[in-house]
């Protein structure tokens, strides 16, 4: 089960340099954010707002890859650049869903952590 | 030294902040737009040393402006600041053109941003050491002009005023 994971803190604790509060302190701001940015992105997205769905998973993008979550990351850019350069619009709900999806699980899993 | 951090990401603020706690004698304010951090030069007074400016500085407000405008402000300062630019953009001409604009350097935002903002601030630190060695340097030089001519002035004054001496005891002698 444990491979089905779609978080990894191994940056998280080299950032945190092994200081638990740090790292905790980190989750707690990421989690607290997280549900405003996704919900801002989600707007976008179903506004066709582009420059704001580009500057939202800009944001998030950089986040991810602290909190580990490279395939959270990876959609992130590629919405990114999608938003950006306008092109593939018609795959960017579907990617969306797979993004939302994948923060919803880190959420998940990064309660856990600090629970 | 006082240093500003400007990222509209309260995340990446905070870590750049506990980053930067590790130098001692820093002054940290967090700014979350340009904007702010310019206001607070203008109505402050507070000049800062370094400054660690995120590209984009418009997730939450679209209109905000963006590193680049804010780079180019802090470029006009009387006393313009070490600025370093961090960025999730990889592309070589976004770093180009903050080179090119002033900045003293260039970080991705990815997992060793941390390791390359302090590499840097190790590096200004030791450039502004150099600075304020060289300033010393210009100084003491002045010094050494000015008292050398100083003296040579000191010497003249003393030779002609012997030379007069010795001129006025003949002319008196002649006189006499």
């Known amino acids: 089960m ?22 905790e302190k980190y989750i707690h701001l990421f989690l607290t954010m997280l549900p405003g940015q996704l919900e801002s992105a989600q707007k976008a997205s179903s506004d066709q707002d ?10 998030l993008k950089s986040q991810l890859g602290y909190m580990g979550v490279k395939k959270g990351q990876d959609l992130a850019q590629q919405i990114e ?7 593939q619009l018609e795959d960017i709900p579907t990617c969306m869903n797979n993004f939302v999806a994948i923060c919803h699980q880190a959420e998940i899993e990064l309660k856990a952590e600090i629970s | 030294m006082s240093v ?8 990446q603020a905070e870590m750049t902040k506990d980053t930067l706690a590790k130098f001692r004698n820093f002054s940290i304010l967090t ?26 500085l418009n997730s939450k407000d679209v209109d905000a ?13 009387p006393n313009d600041p070490f600025v370093i630019m961090v960025s999730g953009q990889d592309r070589i ?25 302090e590499q840097v601030m190790k590096k200004i630190l030791k450039e502004r050491k150099l ?35 010795i001129l006025g005891s003949k002319n008196l002698g002649e006189v006499r």
């Open chain 2, 131 to 165: 600075v304020q060695e060289t300033k010393l340097y210009k100084l003491m030089f002045r010094l050494a002009i000015i008292g050398f001519f100083g003296l040579i002035v000191f010497i003249l004054y003393l030779w002609l005023g012997l030379g007069l001496d």
């Open chain 2, 31 to 56: 700014f979350g737009t340009g904007e702010e951090a310019l206001k607070a030069i203008r109505t402050s007074g507070v000049n800062p040393d370094i400054v660690v400016l995120d590209y984009y």
């Open chain 1, 2 to 23: 444990e491979s089905n994971k779609v978080t990894d803190l191994t940056t998280l604790n080299q950032l945190s340099g092994g200081d638990s509060a740090r790292k």
């Open chain 2, 93 to 117: 001409e976004v770093a180009v053109n903050c080179i090119k604009y002033g900045a003293f350097d260039y970080v991705i935002k990815n997992e060793s941003v941390f390791v390359r903002l």
């Open chain 1, 50 to 59: 582009w420059p704001r769905l580009k500057n939202a998973v800009h944001t």
């Open chain 2, 65 to 77: 402006a963006n590193g680049l405008a804010v780079l180019r402000k802090l470029m006009e300062l």
């Open chain 1, 81 to 87: 650049k999608m938003a950006d350069e306008q092109i």
């Open chain 2, 4 to 11: 500003f951090i400007v990222d509209d990401d309260p995340m």
